[in-house]
Nanobody
Framework: QVQLVESGGGSVQAGGSLRLSCAAS????????MGWFRQAPGKEREGVAA????????????YYADSVKGRFTISRDNAKNTVYLEMNSLKAEDTAMYYC?????????????????WGQGTQVTVSA
């Protein structure tokens, strides 16, 4: 099993920044990709960003939803088993519960059903 714990959410004014963290524990060696998703009230959960763990070469690949490209950055700290989501130039429409997810499979990053492990979520509220 893999356990995920998010932190770093909060309230910020439009144009501000937040950094979310997701600490993984347990069978972390199984993880092939980690993603951030968000869900606003009345809306479906949507993919925000993901990072693939190319363990053999040490490289990684990152992907972003069009709505956050250029504003959000996903990164990881292998030593801490932690993934970060740096969010800049925040907009009111970024307001949502943000979830960290991990998957033992290398497949599409975009769909929630491709992930087997989820954190409890952290709220991000952006006021206009």
């Amino acid at each position: 099993q893999v356990q995920l714990v998010e932190s770093g959410g909060g309230s910020v004014q439009a144009g501000g920044s937040l950094r979310l963290s997701c600490a993984a524990s347990g069978y972390t060696y199984r993880i092939q990709k980690m993603g951030w998703f968000r869900q606003a009230p009345g809306k479906e959960r949507e993919g925000v960003a993901a990072i693939y763990i190319a363990g053999y070469t040490g490289g990684s690949n990152t992907y972003y939803a069009d709505s956050v490209k250029g504003r959000f950055t996903i990164s990881r700290d292998n030593a801490k088993n932690t993934v970060y989501l740096e969010m800049n130039s925040l907009k009111a429409e970024d307001t949502a519960m943000y979830y960290c997810a991990a998957s033992p499979f290398v497949g599409s990053w975009l769909h929630p059903e491709n992930y087997g492990y989820w954190g409890q979520g952290t709220q991000v509220t952006v006021s206009a």
